[in-house]
């Protein structure tokens, strides 16, 4: 995980904010600025566990698009990538996800531990990922506003259990075709660590990612999971959240294990999201 504070002009969130409230106003009669609004609209999710995540969000996310207001985002995210990475190494998908989630849970926040995943394979003899997921905020997200987590290093962990335990997995590689078509050397055989095995893998080598998937109370886990984490192989794992201020960016590679967490907040969770595709070189 990369995190890009302040990396989006102040004004320009404030009009794509405005923006996305305006279309979720006439889409689902939602309003920010009134609470009683967020719950009454059948294309919300039943979110009793995480948060309330409004689903039915792709027209309104393609009107965002169309609108011009993420025009200037993706500007910045591109010259970020190219800064970083190198010039024409990695290009935006199409698709803008929205994040939105809705405060679902009273009480203290806790470290989730029954949604961890990954949403890439990790692949034999390749270190890079397919994609980079790029988290943009709108607003403040704290830790009781919901922010996603995720596991730093697991990616890493995961790398001799592909080598160890890897398959070859056909529906993976055709499931990723819209970011993985030529960058695979072995289409028709690559071995890989599947994106459901990661997390069984390191639990059965590591009483952290044990832990890390069996419920228990807040202040313990917080104590474990996020202030101490694991070492193993010379690889740290702990579990970070992606917090953040209006403007922020985060960059994150899919392979590495992270959940959404509860949204303990009276506000809700404002951040979208745009995968990059790596390009093949
Ligand atoms: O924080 C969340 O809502 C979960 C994010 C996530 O799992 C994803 O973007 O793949």
Redesign the pocket.
């Known amino acids: 995980m990369l995190a890009l504070p302040n990396i989006i002009d102040t004004a320009v969130i404030d009009e794509l904010r405005d923006g996305l409230w305006g279309l979720l106003d006439r889409s689902f009669a939602i309003r920010k600025d009134a609470p009683g609004t967020w719950y009454q609209n059948q294309d919300i999710s039943d979110g009793t566990y995480?948060?309330y995540?409004l689903s039915g969000m792709n027209h309104v996310m393609r009107d965002l698009q169309s609108s011009g207001l993420l025009d200037p985002v993706l500007t910045t995210i591109q010259e970020q990538f190219a800064a970083i990475f190198g010039a024409d190494r990695w290009e935006p998908l199409d698709k803008w996800?929205s994040?939105l989630?809705f405060p679902s849970s009273k009480g203290d926040w806790n470290v989730p531990h029954n949604?961890w995943?990954s949403?890439e394979p990790i692949i034999v003899g390749d270190s890079e990922p397919w994609s980079v997921?790029t988290?943009v905020f709108l607003d403040s997200v704290e830790r009781e506003t919901?922010?996603?987590?995720a596991v730093t290093g697991s990616h890493r962990r995961g790398e001799p259990l592909a080598e160890r335990d890897g398959i070859f997995d056909a529906r993976q590689i055709h499931a990723f075709a819209n970011v993985n078509s030529g960058l695979i050397d072995n289409p028709e055989g690559a071995k890989m660590l599947t994106v459901g095995a990661l997390l069984d893998g390191l639990a059965a080598g590591d009483d952290w990612f044990a832990d890390l998937k069996t419920d228990g109370p807040a202040r313990p886990r917080i104590d474990r999971l996020i202030d101490r984490g694991t070492t193993q192989g010379g690889v740290t794992s702990r579990v970070v959240e992606?917090t953040g201020e209006p403007g922020d960016v985060i960059l994150?590679d899919?392979r590495c294990l992270?959940?959404?967490?509860p949204n303990v907040s009276a506000d809700p969770?404002q951040?979208l999201?745009i995968d990059l595709r790596r390009l093949v070189s």
């Open positions: 995480q948060g995540r996800y994040l989630t949604r995943h949403d997921f988290f919901g922010p996603t987590v992606f994150f899919p992270h959940s959404s967490s969770r951040v999201r």
